[in-house]
Nanobody
Framework: QVQLVESGGGLVQAGGSLRLSCAASGSTFLPSVMGWYRQVPGKQRELVAAIISSGDINYADSVKGRFTLSKDNARNTVYLQMNSLKPEDTARYYC???????????WGQGTQVTVSS
């Protein structure tokens, strides 16, 4: 059973920073994709940043230059450093991970990020 344990998030003023972390449990789980997604009420969940097994990282255009995703392979943990936060970054952030091949996508329970203007 794979579990994604998230931490971080909270309330911050515009221009501030937050750091999210997500640890994947399950000793044999080696995700092929792992990253952060966000969702606001009434809208679809969207990619924020994700790292694939090659090490390449994809960012949403809206966060490029402000957010940085990193991964600690030994801990199976990804970190999302969010700088220069804007009110439009306000959302519930979810960690997602998928194994190789035909594999389900696992989700964390989400953590709220609220950026006040």
């Amino acid at each position: 059973q794979v579990q994604l344990v998230e931490s971080g998030g909270g309330l911050v003023q515009a221009g501030g920073s937050l750091r999210l972390s997500c640890a994947a449990s399950g000793s044999t789980f080696l995700p092929s994709v792992m990253g952060w997604y966000r969702q606001v009420p009434g809208k679809q969940r969207e990619l924020v940043a994700a790292i694939i097994s090659s090490g390449d990282i994809n960012y949403a255009d809206s966060v490029k230059g402000r957010f940085t995703l990193s991964k600690d392979n030994a801990r199976n943990t990804v970190y999302l450093q969010m700088n220069s936060l804007k009110p439009e970054d306000t959302a519930r952030y979810y960690c997602g991970a998928k194994g190789p091949g035909v594999s389900p996508t696992y989700w964390g329970q989400g953590t709220q990020v609220t950026v006040s203007s």
